[in-house]
């Protein structure tokens, strides 16, 4: 059961994304375009809201897909190499077969921004610079930061993943 936090900011974020949408019909993010997927600075951090999501979605899964998601997390090791491939990401279909039970960091990549951090798709930027996407408002991802943090503290999908996969023998 999703927390009502948590199904609040999912809210927002998917009404900023629908607008966006709405707006631009030609928005990269969609069904099949994976390269932010295969591009990660890092491994994902979850809240413990956002991890139970996800384990429902995970829980879901056949047991031979969840292997090799479980084998793709154990090659990450601790200290990725970057880029970082999700270890979710299905490589022959190109999408995620927890799509509706996704991060917060994955619901909003490609549609807010934090410059600070880098945390934005170059793609959508080097559109937006050359003209094809006029007047873009990209959502604010400060915003969201701070909605994540009244979550509770954060920790990597690897380690909520290793520490499930340890519970279940």
Not at 44 to 55: D, H, K, N, S, V
Not at 142 to 166: C, K, M, N, Y
Request: hydrophobic share 35%; glycine share 8%.
């Amino acid at each position: 059961m999703t927390s009502a936090p948590l199904r609040l900011l999912h809210t927002d974020i998917d009404e900023r994304v629908h607008l966006i949408r709405e707006g631009h019909g030609d928005w990269l993010c969609g069904k099949g375009c994976d390269r932010c997927c295969k591009r990660l600075a890092d491994v994902p951090q979850l809240t413990g809201a956002e991890w139970a999501l996800l384990q429902e979605g995970l829980a879901a899964l056949p047991p031979d897909h969840l292997d090799l998601i479980a084998t793709r997390i154990t090659a990450l090791g601790p200290t990725p190499a970057r880029p970082v491939t999700c270890p979710l990401l299905d490589p022959d279909s190109g999408a995620c077969p927890v799509y509706a039970q996704r991060p917060v960091a994955c619901r909003t990549y490609g549609f807010y921004v934090d410059r600070e951090r880098g945390l934005y798709c170059r793609d959508i930027e080097q559109q937006v610079a050359d003209g094809a996407l006029d007047q873009v408002i990209w959502g604010n991802h400060e915003v969201i930061e701070h909605a994540l943090a009244r979550l509770g503290p954060q920790r990597s999908l690897t380690a909520w993943f290793e520490d499930w996969q340890a519970q279940r023998g």
